[in-house]
């Protein structure tokens, strides 16, 4: 293997939306899960669950729920639940009660699942696969929740998609190195203000001409734009009727 | 690069803990940090910082509170932040204030943190080096909060040491397939008891051959065992006064 060639991989990924028919063989499905389990967990606790949707009814409903159709067709539908109910079942028999409900273990748990969905997303990729990560689950948690029959003690944070790539789809270009990496102690926007504005010119730039200059907005009106609604009111909600984030 | 050498490297992962003196080069740094912000981000958002640590003072301050030596010895110490300050600021000009005290926004700013450590990791690995994530900055996080001077819409979320690795670490069994990847709805532990049962001892076995006999937990007793244990509590207290989990 060439010295820097994961990290090429790496720097190369894009988000994948289309995927041809073609499924994923069992054995893949299975590579892909133990690569997504060998990332680090905090305290060895592996505190989350993969759930692979395959059921034609299951997927409908989630694509209703993400609006994103690629959920529905094609791809494999790999779904990262934060998990601490085998825990909790296996300290029952130790009479040793857990405590789950700490916003220490919503951290862990979300970490945990995290950390494995990137390297299941990196394994894919490294095979010549698509993928597409899809946080549009949470448009609707207790639907997500009824349809996978999610236990209390734990949570979905998103879904992956993973297949047989139909479309190239293209890099799309990150914050400037010196606004995200900071040395010794936090640098505020300031310090950064130029690279920001230079980068929003080339998001923009890169929107016009994929579509015809029908969009030009930056990253910052796009993020500013999209954190300014309040979005997904009932995850706080839903979290706690889990069992998270309690006191 | 042979078919499956990115999957072979993932399965390959274990946690190294001593490092030589040898310093990590600046474009290292900087080649990591790329494959990092490659990771998949939730709308583009990219709501994390890394802060890179090579002040000996704050090293050593951060290893008194993880207790763990590499923080301070030896490696690169990176320290992930989930970080929506500088949308916030951004948005001032804007006129559009963000919503990032919601649950939602903690989920995205500790998942896209975590997506980008966990490229940072698989990079560093695929060209020699050893890394170890150190969740136990968390111990004291309003302390890392005044020594890497994170301000409000900012916290840390953990660290990762990176470097020449000076042990060969070992291989850590994960959990059982089964009992970590189920299909259309989540199956309860009764359905896979006997992996883990079999897990268990293996686990036992492990730490037995490993510490000559002076240790021989098993998985479930070691989990359980910690999560027994209320620990962290403030955890919340310190999130919250940074701006988030609020209404």
Same mark, same amino acid.
């Given at each position: 293997?060439? @010295?820097y060639a994961v990290i090429d991989l790496l720097k190369n990924h894009r988000s994948i939306r289309k995927f041809t028919d073609e499924k994923l063989p069992d054995e893949t499905i299975r590579m892909l899960v133990e690569a997504a389990q060998s990332a680090s967990t905090s305290s060895y606790v592996q505190a989350y669950t993969i759930i692979g949707v395959t059921d034609p009814e299951k997927k409908k409903a989630l694509k209703e729920i993400s609006t994103q159709p690629y959920v529905e067709n094609n791809g494999h539908l790999f779904v990262f639940v934060a998990?601490?109910?085998?825990?909790? $079942?296996?300290?029952e028999? @130790?009479?040793?009660?857990i405590n789950f409900h700490l916003t220490e273990q919503f951290i862990v748990g979300t970490v945990d699942a995290a950390l494995a969905a990137q390297n299941l997303a990196v394994a894919?990729?490294?095979? #010549?696969? #698509?993928?597409?990560?899809? #946080?549009?689950l949470r448009n609707d948690m207790a639907k997500v929740i009824e349809i996978l029959e999610l236990p209390e003690g734990t949570f979905p944070l998103f879904g992956m998609v993973a297949g047989f790539p139909a479309h190239e789809g293209s890099v799309k270009e990150r914050l400037p190195f010196e606004a995200v990496?900071? *040395?010794?102690?936090?640098?505020h926007l300031d310090e950064? @203000? =130029? =690279?920001?504005?230079?980068? $929003?010119?080339?998001?923009?730039?890169?929107? @016009? *001409?994929r579509t015809g200059g029908k969009r030009d907005d930056s990253w910052s009106d796009q993020v500013v734009g999209m954190l300014n609604k309040k979005q997904r009111l009932d995850v706080d909600e839903v979290v706690k009727k889990q069992g998270f984030l309690g006191q």
């Open positions: 293997m060439e @010295k998990d601490y109910r085998r825990h909790r $079942d296996l300290s028999e @130790k009479d040793a009660p894919a990729e490294s095979i #010549g696969l #698509g993928i597409c990560y899809i #946080g549009s990496y900071h *040395e010794n102690t936090y640098q950064t @203000k =130029e =690279e920001i504005e230079d980068y $929003d010119e080339r998001v923009s730039a890169y929107y @016009k *001409e």
